[in-house]
């Protein structure tokens, strides 16, 4: 900290150690687990123990993780000497359906990168509900070694004889490889052991068979993409950019849909008006804006963009102008094309999806659908279209 210090004492960046990255995160779990005093208690007890703080710390990750997809957590009856447990139960805020978790943490420093053994003994652990099992490999270069630690799960997959199925998730946390040096960011990947429509590499015969699979499994999916969209710590209490809480007074007001500002109208005199709408263009650094003024005039402005207001952007595109509002960007695959469409029409009134498949082939069966199968039908058209 002394060495990245500013000597004004403003607010600056450094770059993440492994020591830091370690600490920090370790921190803002326990933080996060605050409020679920059980489950904090039974963690800060074995954390305190050395022999069990490797174990503990990986679990504070893991409950984390739930309580960020908006899971509850309920705590194992470890009292109950007669048989095993897995280490506690999360409840979807979706389905309500339960689950059991497990966590297991591999040794650093091995030669080898399996990791059958905690799987096998997660999977023999006593489980109330669907099993969920999170298992940390502890490696570094996770991504090179990637191929051949998922070779290995199937191998593990396709010998276990047993009839346990879980939802795999296995993480990397490489903190410890470079505490002095800048940390690798922490990764993983969710496979689904035994359940083949969650595995890594099933195949999919249609769009539609992906949506159901989606839906079957909605809650996993759920909670990889709060997984994705959560991995970093944020830097203020409630939720504001640091870009924006932590500006100096040269910054520029933020730019937030239905905030008045002050906008040069045609004579080029400053008058008040609200901000109906923008877009950004980040290559531009640039944010185009739809204004309406008092008298109810509508006026184009553009802003410039400072490199903190591109840096915040980048990190947050659709609520960046502080309301929801999907900014452009590429479809990952053609799911995420389907959702596209579907957000668009999902509030489309029947009758002009009715007109819109009026020329299809398929027309006397769509029209006797249900309001919504008629909506899935016609975005799954629309990608079908658009990948053609």
Same mark, same amino acid.
């Given at each position: 900290?002394?060495?990245?210090?500013?000597?004004?004492?403003?607010?600056?960046?450094?770059?993440?150690?492994?020591?830091?990255?370690?600490?920090?995160?370790?921190?803002?779990?326990?933080?996060?687990?605050?409020?679920?005093?059980?489950?904090?208690?039974?963690?800060?007890?074995?954390?305190?123990?050395?022999?069990?703080?490797?174990?503990?710390?990986?679990?504070?990750?893991?409950?984390?993780?739930?309580?960020?997809?908006?899971?509850?957590?309920?705590?194992?009856?470890?009292?109950?000497?007669?048989?095993?447990?897995?280490?506690?139960?999360?409840?979807?805020?979706?389905?309500?359906?339960?689950?059991?978790?497990?966590?297991?943490?591999?040794?650093?420093?091995?030669?080898?990168?399996?990791?059958s053994k905690q799987i096998g003994d997660a999977l023999i652990?006593?489980?109330?509900?669907?099993?969920?099992?999170?298992?940390?490999?502890?490696?570094?270069?996770?991504?090179?070694?990637?191929?051949?630690?998922?070779?290995?799960?199937?191998?593990?997959?396709?010998?276990?004889?047993?009839?346990?199925?879980?939802?795999?998730?296995?993480?990397?946390?490489?903190?410890?490889?470079?505490?002095?040096?800048?940390s690798e960011h922490k990764a993983g990947f969710a496979h689904?052991?035994?359940?083949?429509?969650?595995?890594?590499?099933?195949?999919? +015969?249609? %769009?539609?068979?992906? !949506?159901?699979?989606?839906? /079957?499994?909605? *809650?996993?999916? @759920? $909670?990889?993409?709060?997984?994705?969209?959560?991995?970093?710590?944020?830097?203020?209490?409630?939720?504001?950019?640091?870009?924006?809480?932590?500006?100096?007074?040269?910054?520029?007001?933020?730019?937030?849909?239905?905030?008045?500002?002050?906008?040069?109208?045609?004579?080029?005199?400053?008058?008040?008006?609200?901000?109906?709408?923008?877009?950004?263009?980040?290559?531009?650094?640039?944010?185009?804006?739809?204004?309406?003024?008092?008298?109810?005039?509508?006026?184009?402005?553009?802003?410039?963009?400072?490199?903190?207001?591109?840096?915040?952007?980048?990190?947050?595109?659709? +609520?960046? %102008?502080?309301?929801? !509002?999907?900014?452009?960007? /590429?479809?990952? *695959?053609?799911? @995420? $094309?389907?959702?596209?469409?579907?957000?668009?029409?999902?509030?489309?009134?029947?009758?002009?999806?009715?007109?819109?498949?009026?020329?299809?082939?398929?027309?006397?069966?769509?029209?006797?659908?249900?309001?919504?199968?008629?909506?899935?039908?016609?975005?799954?058209?629309?990608?079908?279209?658009?990948?053609?």
């Open positions: 900290m002394q060495q990245h210090q500013s000597v004004d004492g403003s607010i600056n960046d450094a770059p993440m150690s492994g020591a830091v990255s370690a600490i920090m995160n370790l921190s803002y779990n326990l933080y996060l687990l605050g409020h679920n005093v059980k489950i904090q208690d039974r963690l800060l007890g074995r954390l305190k123990d050395k022999n069990n703080f490797r174990g503990a710390q990986y679990e504070t990750y893991v409950a984390t993780e739930f309580i960020k997809a908006g899971f509850s957590l309920e705590i194992e009856n470890e009292e109950d000497s007669r048989t095993t447990h897995c280490e506690f139960t999360a409840v979807s805020p979706k389905t309500g359906r339960k689950y059991s978790i497990e966590a297991k943490v591999r040794q650093p420093h091995k030669d080898n990168i399996g990791i652990k006593q489980a109330k509900h669907e099993r969920i099992v999170f298992v940390d490999i502890n490696v570094p270069d996770f991504l090179r070694k990637m191929p051949d630690i998922v070779a290995g799960i199937k191998q593990k997959e396709s010998s276990w004889k047993e009839d346990q199925k879980a939802y795999l998730f296995v993480t990397n946390h490489p903190f410890e490889y470079d505490l002095e040096g800048i689904g052991f035994k359940i083949p429509e969650f595995s890594l590499d099933f195949q999919f +015969t249609s %769009l539609r068979e992906a !949506l159901k699979a989606r839906e /079957k499994h909605i *809650d996993m999916f @759920d $909670l990889v993409r709060s997984v994705c969209e959560h991995e970093e710590i944020p830097s203020t209490f409630d939720g504001e950019y640091p870009e924006f809480a932590f500006a100096g007074k040269d910054m520029p007001p933020r730019l937030i849909i239905g905030q008045k500002y002050l906008i040069p109208d045609k004579e080029g005199q400053n008058v008040e008006a609200i901000l109906e709408t923008a877009t950004v263009s980040g290559h531009e650094k640039k944010i185009w804006g739809v204004y309406r003024t008092v008298t109810g005039e509508r006026v184009h402005c553009t802003n410039p963009m400072t490199d903190e207001e591109l840096i915040a952007y980048r990190r947050q595109p659709d +609520t960046f %102008l502080g309301v929801p !509002l999907r900014q452009g960007r /590429k479809a990952k *695959d053609l799911i @995420d $094309l389907f959702d596209f469409f579907y957000e668009s029409y999902k509030n489309t009134p029947r009758e002009r999806i009715v007109e819109f498949v009026k020329d299809r082939a398929d027309f006397e069966s769509l029209r006797n659908l249900n309001d919504e199968e008629l909506k899935i039908s016609y975005c799954e058209g629309l990608v079908y279209s658009t990948i053609n």
